[in-house]
């Protein structure tokens, strides 16, 4: 007889939970709902959501919008993106989550002090991700984004530096960037770190491998978009070489089933549980 266990811990953060829920209660009320981008990072749960009426546009196609409803996910957006909507008419359902709302006010006001000497805001966080950008442009742009200890290397070390993080990066990362700045800093120049990632998404991590020791395969569910999937599958990797990453049940090689006493179905915070459940399915009806 197999076991197969869904990890409870696993599935969608508090803000991707209500950024659907937002979703869902203004598509029920017959209006057209816009959603800025992906409103998550999971192909299937955007494929349902369009099914109920939610139309997902790019940046552009919102420049050219005029008196309609904007659902903002939860990543969050810069300051240009409210100013176009003002101008255009569009009423803005805010779902940026309040973790990453937080981080862009501290950002904005670090920006906004009034230092007489050079400074360098810089972002521990992923290049063009949606979080990022919209960190980025609390500060009109000139905040450094770094996504490894590299490139941390590059950085002016004669300059002062307040180092930031997108709140779904590794804790780990974030350490051992912090460490090499402090030091390398230039006598006279100070550096300040302040630790912002998201403990409900970091926390995952020690989790998750555990879930992943207890057994003998292992299927990640998760789009392939998802920063935050690739990190937990690596952690799943790390414990577990039997670890596979489906972003369908219809991707799972039931070949692997067969040679499994327990199997471990898990996921990223962009992954909805449905999802993970039809994925059990699919192994049941052939376990």
């Given at each position: 007889m197999k076991q197969i266990e869904i990890d409870d811990g696993s599935g969608f953060c508090f803000g991707v939970t209500t950024a659907i829920k937002k979703a869902e209660e203004e598509l029920k009320k017959?209006?057209?709902l816009y959603c800025l981008g992906d409103i998550v990072h999971n192909g299937r749960e955007c494929d349902r959501l369009k099914q109920l009426?939610?139309?997902t546009i790019d940046h552009d196609e919102f420049r050219r919008l005029h008196h309609v409803k904007v659902l903002l996910r939860a990543h969050g957006e810069p300051p240009e993106t409210y100013e176009t909507a003002r101008k255009n008419d569009i009423e803005i359902i805010d779902a940026t989550c309040p973790v990453v709302l937080q981080l862009q006010k501290r950002i904005k006001k670090e920006y906004c002090l009034p230092d007489e000497r050079d400074k360098q805001i810089v972002i521990y966080g992923k290049n063009g991700h949606a979080e990022v950008l919209g960190l980025v442009g609390q500060t009109e742009g000139k905040a450094i984004v770094i996504?490894?200890?590299d490139e941390a290397r590059q950085l002016d070390f004669t300059k002062d530096i307040r180092l930031y993080s997108q709140t779904t990066k590794s804790l780990d990362g974030f350490g051992q960037?912090?460490?090499y700045i402090q030091s390398h800093m230039a006598p006279g120049a100070t550096f300040k770190a302040f630790d912002t990632i998201c403990r409900q998404v970091a926390n995952r991590m020690p989790n998750i491998r555990e879930f992943a020791r207890r057994h003998d395969l292992?299927?990640?569910?998760?789009?392939?978009?998802?920063?935050?999937g690739k990190i937990l599958f690596g952690e799943c990797l790390k414990v577990n070489p039997n670890s596979y990453m489906v972003d369908d049940?219809?991707?799972i090689d039931?070949?692997?089933?067969?040679?499994a006493s327990t199997i471990g179905i898990c996921g990223a915070t962009s992954t909805p549980k449905w999802l993970m459940e039809a994925c059990?399915?699919?192994i049941e009806g052939q376990a």
């Open positions: 017959g209006t057209p009426g939610l139309i996504e490894s200890l960037i912090t460490e292992i299927f990640f569910v998760s789009g392939k978009k998802s920063s935050n049940p219809d991707e039931l070949n692997l089933v067969s040679h059990r399915r699919r």
